[in-house]
């Protein structure tokens, strides 16, 4: 896909677990995961936190695959917690609490 910056949606959950409080992020992308929930008999359904708004396809990737694809969600599983980025909230200047805060929900601290 490519590296570079991406625009995100961010949902309700993102301020909830993380602290941010803006409806629009710009984040490093380098290559990573597009997420998408999933029904799975036995697993807890998860928690889309942002979701990608523009596309990056750069190499000879294939262009509109992006869009409206999970940047980032969390779940519960079992006693733990899991929370997955596709982006790099602690490699973009000013969003590094996040994924702070984001160590710290897993952590339920």
Request: proline share 6%; charged share 20%.
């Amino acid at each position: 896909r490519g590296n570079g910056s991406v625009e995100l949606k961010a949902e309700d959950g993102l301020e909830r677990i993380t602290g941010q409080k803006a409806k629009t992020l710009t984040m490093l992308y380098a290559n990573g995961p597009l997420l998408e929930a999933m029904d799975v008999p036995g697993l807890p359904a998860v928690e889309p936190l942002a979701i990608f708004r523009s596309d990056m396809a750069k190499h000879g990737a294939p262009s509109g695959m992006m869009p409206g694809k999970l940047a980032s969600l969390a779940t519960e599983y079992r006693k733990g917690r899991v929370i997955l980025f596709s982006t790099h909230p602690g490699l973009t200047g000013g969003l590094g609490g996040m994924l702070a805060k984001a160590a710290e929900w897993a952590a339920r601290r």
